[in-house]
């Protein structure tokens, strides 16, 4: 059974870092690509970062360029997103995916597995 968990969502304030972890299981990770995702309340789920099998391309949303970085540690089953610098219009939930195509992928239509989401809330 192919499992996506997601932790280290959380409340902080304006200009805050969260660090988001997305630990798999049942999948060959190095297999598959990883990508985040987000959905405010309201609002579409929108492309977040994407990182290929092996990190050595990652890709990001224009908002996002500069502030998050998104990482993989193919030993350990496990994708990160590192996020700086948050801002109230980061507030949203997390959501990790997975998808077979082995390069970066930004369409949400395009991702296999799909974890449960964490909450991040930002202040101001």
């Known amino acids: 059974q192919v499992q ?3 932790s280290g ?5 304006t200009g ?3 660090r988001l972890s997305c630990a ?3 999948l060959t990770f190095r297999d598959y690509s990883m990508g985040w995702f987000r959905q405010a309340p309201g609002k579409e789920r929108e ?3 994407t990182i290929s099998w092996n990190g050595g391309t990652t890709y990001y949303a224009d908002s996002v360029k500069g502030r998050f970085t998104i990482s ?3 030993a350990k089953n496990t994708a990160y997103l590192q996020m700086n610098s948050l801002k ?3 507030t949203a939930v997390y959501y990790c995916a997975a998808s077979r195509l082995l390069v970066i992928v930004v369409a949400a239509s395009l991702y296999d597995e799909w974890g449960q989401g964490t909450q991040v809330t930002v202040s101001s």
Not at 9 to 13: C, E, K, N, S, T
């Open 4 to 6: 996506l968990v997601e």
């Open 16 to 18: 805050g870092s969260l």
């Open 88 to 90: 109230p219009e980061d």
């Open 72 to 74: 993989r540690d193919n």
């Open 47 to 49: 492309f977040v970062a």
């Open 9 to 13: 969502g959380g409340l902080v304030q």
């Open 24 to 26: 798999t299981s049942g």
